[in-house]
């Protein structure tokens, strides 16, 4: 059992050709149980997502600049959150835009009483096992949601916000 990350990218649809948005789902999984695997699987099948969009993948990697949104999903296990490597993960999903979406395990068992730290700083949602609240996270950047595997509400993480401000610009 360890982290596992899915990422939902679509790809940006051009005036030139009017195709389709493309998507692909890419399941990042480190030392988690074929049985896991699976699940997100189906999780990402029931959300709406092909499965021959859904590939599985060791990193998250860079993002694919011809992605108008990509999302990251991690589960939120007990392994997961105990993984050295998991802040540098979901730093890493950041960069080029991406958004890290916490899942919560399907078995309530196997879920530490909260998440980690790391999740709290980098995490845009963290949500249930659930397909339709993993379809509105997904389609909506504005919808942000934190919940406890119960569903109940967790409270909005502090965000650490840099300001864009020239401070020799300002009037004296």
Same mark, same amino acid.
């Given at each position: 059992?360890?982290?596992?990350?899915?990422?939902?990218?679509?790809?940006?649809?051009?005036?030139?050709?009017?195709?389709?948005?493309?998507?692909?789902?890419?399941?990042?999984?480190?030392?988690?149980?074929?049985?896991?695997?699976?699940?997100?699987?189906?999780?990402?099948?029931?959300?709406?997502?092909?499965?021959?969009?859904?590939?599985?993948?060791?990193?998250?990697?860079?993002?694919?600049?011809?992605? !108008? =949104? $990509?999302?990251?999903?991690?589960?939120?296990?007990?392994?997961?959150?105990?993984? %050295?490597?998991? &802040?540098?993960? *979901?730093?890493?999903?950041?960069?080029?835009?991406?958004?890290?979406?916490?899942?919560?395990?399907?078995?309530?068992?196997?879920?530490?009483?909260?998440?980690?730290?790391?999740?709290?700083?980098?995490?845009?949602?963290?949500?249930?096992?659930?397909?339709?609240?993993?379809?509105?996270?997904?389609?909506? !950047? =504005? $919808?942000?949601?934190?919940?406890?595997?119960?569903?109940?509400?967790?409270?909005? %993480?502090?965000? &650490?916000?840099? *300001?864009?401000?020239?401070?020799?610009?300002?009037?004296?």
């Amino acid at each position: 059992m360890g982290a596992v990350f899915l990422s939902v990218r679509k790809s940006r649809t051009t005036l030139r050709t009017m195709e389709a948005p493309m998507r692909r789902v890419k399941i990042l999984s480190q030392a988690l149980s074929a049985d896991e695997i699976e699940k997100l699987k189906a999780l990402a099948a029931k959300a709406g997502f092909q499965p021959k969009e859904i590939e599985v993948s060791a990193l998250v990697g860079e993002p694919d600049p011809g992605c !108008d =949104d $990509e999302i990251v999903l991690v589960l939120t296990s007990s392994s997961v959150c105990a993984d %050295p490597n998991l &802040e540098a993960e *979901l730093a890493a999903a950041q960069r080029g835009g991406r958004r890290a979406v916490c899942v919560w395990p399907e078995d309530a068992d196997d879920a530490p009483a909260e998440p980690s730290e790391a999740m709290k700083k980098y995490a845009y949602s963290i949500i249930r096992f659930d397909a339709e609240r993993l379809r509105v996270v997904a389609a909506d !950047d =504005d $919808e942000l949601c934190f919940e406890a595997p119960t569903g109940e509400p967790l409270p909005t %993480p502090e965000t &650490e916000r840099n *300001l864009c401000v020239d401070e020799k610009a300002k009037p004296a």
